[in-house]
C-alpha cells in the first residue's frame, strides 16, 4: 500500500522568511496530492492540492511542486506571516474506484516567530 | 465547516466501557471516514464508508466498529474501550469523485 513520507517534523522561521516543507510517497500510481493545514484546537482543512499532471499549482503565497519520476512533492510558504503557524500535513491517494482513500504524513509543526 | 459535526466533542471514559462517537453531515457527500490523530503519528484511517451499503476497514480498525445509518451520518463505536485508544478523533465526508475531504470538529476521547 501507499506510504507518505514527511519532513520536516518541525519547522520554525522568522516572518517573512521562506518555508518548504517535504514529502515522498510509494505508491506510483497515487495521483492526487493535498496539503491540509491544522490550527491550534481546530480541524485539518485543505489548504491547496495538486493532481499528477501538473507539476506545480499557486495559490497567493503558497504552492506546491510535484516530481512525478522522483515520487515527491513539497509545500512552499512564502512570505511567512505568524497566523502560518500550524501543523501542516500531505496526503496522497490514488483516484476512482475503490481506491481514493488518502495516506496521510505524519505532519509539520510550523512556527513563525514575528 | 459547520456541514459535518461530531458528537460528543469530549468523552472520558473507563476501561471496558462501550461507548459511541457520532458523526453527521449535511453536505450530500456519499463518502465517509473516521479517522484518529496522535501527536506525531498524523492522521490513521480507521474506517471509510463510500455510500450507505459500503463498509471498508483502514489500516487501524482493530477494536472499533461502524455503522452507517443514513448516508448523513456515521458512527465509530468502541466496544471495549482500553487506555491506547485514548485520542482525537475526527470524521470526514468526501463527494464521489471528488477526492477533497471536509473534516469536522473532532471528538476527544480520554479512556482511564
Known amino acids: 500500500g501507499e506510504n507518505v513520507e514527511q519532513h520536516p517534523s518541525t519547522l520554525s522561521v522568522q516572518e517573512g522568511d521562506s518555508a518548504v516543507i517535504k514529502c515522498t510517497y510509494s505508491d506510483s500510481a497515487s495521483n492526487y496530492f493535498p496539503w491540509y493545514k491544522q490550527e491550534l484546537g481546530k480541524r485539518p482543512q485543505l489548504i491547496i492540492d495538486i493532481r499528477s499532471n501538473v507539476g506545480e499549482k499557486k495559490d497567493q503565497r503558497i504552492a506546491v511542486t510535484l516530481n512525478k519520476t522522483a515520487k515527491h512533492f513539497s509545500l512552499h510558504i512564502t512570505e511567512t506571516q505568524p497566523e502560518d503557524s500550524a501543523v501542516y500535513f500531505c496526503?496522497?491517494?490514488?483516484?476512482?474506484?475503490?481506491?481514493?482513500?488518502?495516506?496521510f504524513g505524519k505532519g509539520t509543526k510550523l512556527s513563525v516567530k514575528p | 465547516d459547520a456541514d459535518v459535526t461530531q458528537t460528543p466533542r469530549n468523552r472520558i471514559t473507563k476501561t471496558g466501557k462501550r461507548i459511541m462517537l457520532e458523526c453527521s453531515q449535511t453536505k450530500g457527500h456519499d463518502r465517509m471516514y473516521w479517522y484518529r490523530q496522535d501527536p506525531g503519528l498524523g492522521l490513521r484511517l480507521i474506517y471509510y464508508?463510500?455510500?450507505?451499503?459500503?463498509?471498508n476497514k483502514g489500516e487501524i480498525s482493530d477494536g472499533y466498529s461502524v455503522s452507517r445509518q443514513a448516508q448523513a451520518k456515521f458512527s465509530l463505536s468502541l466496544e471495549s474501550a482500553i487506555p491506547n485508544q485514548t485520542a482525537l478523533y475526527f470524521c470526514?465526508?468526501?463527494?464521489?469523485?471528488?477526492?477533497?475531504?471536509?473534516f469536522g470538529p473532532g471528538t476527544r476521547l480520554l479512556v482511564l
Open positions: 470526514a465526508t468526501s463527494d464521489t469523485d471528488v477526492e477533497t475531504q471536509y
Open positions: 496526503a496522497a491517494s490514488r483516484r476512482g474506484g475503490s481506491q481514493g482513500n488518502l495516506i
Open positions: 464508508s463510500f455510500d450507505v451499503k459500503d463498509i
